[in-house]
């Protein structure tokens, strides 16, 4: 079993920058492929990012259309821990964040939450304008 922990959300103000922290337990992080998903109120849950293996110092970072551009995602494996760095944050990026781990091997879509295997409780973010 593993766990993810998710961090780092709070009220900002159109503009502002945070920055999410998810932990997940394990002894083979490196191998895990991380994602990072929303949802706001009435929405159905929508990817934001997604930071797959690290092959010794490679790691890949996808992202929606919505974020490109603004929000950076990266990991560190020494710490168990993924980040996501949101800048020019928006009003429209209120939502639940949630970091979800996947523990196997996988090619294929990254945005959809079934590749996933365990989740994080979330954190809200709520950008007033």
Not at 44 to 51: K, L, M
């Amino acid at each position: 079993q593993v766990q993810v922990v998710d961090s780092g959300g709070g009220l900002v103000q159109a503009g502002d920058s945070l920055r999410l922290s998810c932990a997940a337990s394990g002894r083979t992080f490196s191998n895990y492929a991380m994602g990072w998903f929303r949802q706001a109120p009435g929405k159905e849950r929508e990817f934001v990012a997604a930071i797959t293996w690290n092959n010794a110092t490679t790691y890949y970072t996808y992202y929606s259309d919505s974020v490109k551009g603004r929000f950076t995602g990266s990991r560190d494996n020494a710490k168990n821990t993924v980040y996501l760095q949101m800048n020019s944050l928006k009003p429209e990026d209120t939502a639940v964040y949630y970091c979800a781990a996947r523990t196997s091997f996988y090619r294929g879509n990254w945005a959809e939450p079934e590749v996933y295997h365990y989740w994080g409780q979330g954190t809200q973010v709520t950008v007033s304008p």
